[in-house]
């Protein structure tokens, strides 16, 4: 199922007035495919990441998460709603120092009340699946920082969400590690089927999105196919 902002528009108090964030912003991202969201620091990517997985409310629009539109929801459903649909992989990892990388999947499944047998399964085919099975034992001061990014994006996919929403995720990584997980996220999303939603300042691996929009001052200022 697909990620569809429909002419969103964000505010903040600003003094005496408001700062718009977001200038009725529409995207469609349709499942299986990979969006990039770029833009200069300020220009918006945060909030649009922000208000599509339900963590703010725009002033006006329509945000719709594989089918349901969020607007009327109270915050108990739309905790439920990123529980069931909404994978998110946030800049820095936080990985849970104490546990291992198999454990830092689970934690997540058991959250939302799965069979034991079913979350380690499925915990250890996600690592599978971001070429970690080897590394499921290890804690996260005994992995590499691309290492730790690739457990980040598993964590996110642990409860097969419709949509993928991922924060600057080679921030913090060389350019070859970056390549890497980009290649990995493009990967995963056309096998899983996610409406997957990419917010970067790096423009080097854009060739391995499948649509690029830019933020400027709020507005949607260009799109660019990759």
Same mark, same amino acid.
């Given at each position: 199922?697909?990620?569809?902002?429909?002419?969103?528009?964000?505010?903040?108090?600003?003094? !005496?007035?408001?700062?718009?964030? +977001? &200038? =009725? #912003?529409? *995207?469609?991202?349709? $499942?299986?495919?990979?969006?990039?969201?770029?833009?200069?620091?300020?220009?918006?990517?945060?909030?649009?990441?922000?208000?599509?997985?339900?963590?703010?409310?725009?002033?006006?629009?329509?945000?719709v998460v594989a089918?349901?539109?969020?607007?009327?929801?109270?915050?108990?459903?739309?905790?439920?709603?990123?529980?069931?649909?909404?994978?998110?992989?946030?800049?820095?990892?936080?990985?849970?120092?104490?546990?291992?990388?198999?454990?830092?999947l689970q934690v997540?499944?058991?959250?939302?009340?799965?069979?034991?047998?079913?979350?380690? !399964?499925?915990?250890?085919?996600? +690592? &599978? =699946? #971001?070429? *970690?099975?080897?590394? $499921?034992?290890?804690?996260?001061?005994?992995?590499?920082?691309?290492?730790?990014?690739?457990?980040?994006?598993?964590?996110?996919?642990?409860?097969?969400?419709?949509?993928?929403?991922?924060?600057?995720?080679?921030?913090?990584?060389?350019?070859?590690?970056?390549?890497?997980?980009?290649?990995?996220?493009?990967?995963?999303?056309?096998?899983?089927?996610?409406?997957?939603?990419?917010?970067?300042?790096?423009?080097?691996?854009?060739?391995?999105?499948?649509?690029?929009?830019?933020?400027?001052?709020?507005?949607?200022?260009?799109?660019?196919?990759?």
């Amino acid at each position: 199922m697909s990620l569809v902002l429909d002419a969103v528009t964000l505010t903040y108090p600003d003094g !005496d007035g408001r700062l718009t964030a +977001l &200038d =009725a #912003v529409s *995207l469609t991202v349709p $499942a299986g495919t990979l969006t990039a969201v770029v833009g200069p620091s300020g220009s918006g990517k945060s909030s649009l990441l922000a208000v599509a997985a339900t963590l703010v409310t725009p002033d006006s629009g329509r945000v719709v998460v594989a089918g349901t539109e969020t607007g009327k929801l109270t915050a108990a459903a739309k905790a439920e709603l990123r529980r069931e649909h909404i994978g998110i992989v946030f800049q820095q990892p936080n990985l849970l120092p104490s546990l291992s990388a198999v454990e830092q999947l689970q934690v997540m499944a058991h959250l939302s009340g799965r069979p034991p047998k079913s979350v380690r !399964d499925r915990a250890r085919d996600l +690592l &599978d =699946a #971001v070429g *970690l099975a080897d590394q $499921a034992h290890r804690r996260p001061h005994q992995l590499s920082g691309g290492q730790r990014q690739r457990v980040n994006i598993a964590r996110a996919l642990m409860n097969e969400p419709s949509v993928l929403l991922v924060d600057e995720p080679t921030s913090a990584l060389d350019h070859e590690r970056g390549a890497a997980v980009m290649d990995l996220l493009a990967t995963l999303t056309a096998e899983r089927g996610t409406a997957t939603v990419l917010v970067t300042h790096d423009r080097t691996h854009l060739a391995r999105t499948d649509h690029t929009v830019t933020v400027q001052d709020g507005r949607l200022a260009e799109s660019v196919d990759a």
